[in-house]
Nanobody, 118 residues
Framework: VQLVESGGGLVQPGGSLRLSCAASGFTFSSTAMTWARQASGLGIEWVSSISRLGDTYYADSAKGRFTISRDNAKNTVYLQMNSLKPDDTAVYYC?????????????WGQGTQVTVSS
């Protein structure tokens, strides 16, 4: 299993970023996927999940600003982040599973840093 995140960077408050996670080594189309984040000094925080059928779920902090999507042909899951706030600064990870069991298999990407600052 390999998960490779990309798309992070430095953005001003109110800006947007699109994160990507390229997956391999498992049947992507049959698997729920999750984005989680970890701010410096804090624990892992669930952000959003997408089921194998495309149903989407968001943390309250992400609702209305973030959009998760998947492209099964490309084995890729995305996180479109708009109206970014300084509190969104974190390392963002993709992992396998839904809100209830994400990461339980121990499969995580290397993460991509998102910094929201003026």
């Amino acid at each position: 299993v390999q998960l490779v995140e990309s798309g992070g960077g430095l953005v001003q408050p109110g800006g947007s970023l699109r994160l990507s996670c390229a997956a391999s080594g498992f049947t992507f189309s049959s698997t729920a996927m999750t984005w989680a984040r970890q701010a410096s000094g804090l624990g892992i925080e669930w952000v959003s999940s997408i089921s194998r059928l495309g149903d989407t779920y968001y943390a309250d902090s992400a609702k209305g600003r973030f959009t998760i999507s998947r492209d099964n042909a490309k084995n890729t899951v995305y996180l479109q982040m708009n109206s970014l706030k300084p509190d969104d600064t974190a390392v963002y990870y993709c992992t396998i599973g839904d809100k209830s069991d994400y990461g339980s298999g121990g499969y995580w990407g290397q993460g991509t840093q998102v910094t929201v600052s003026s």
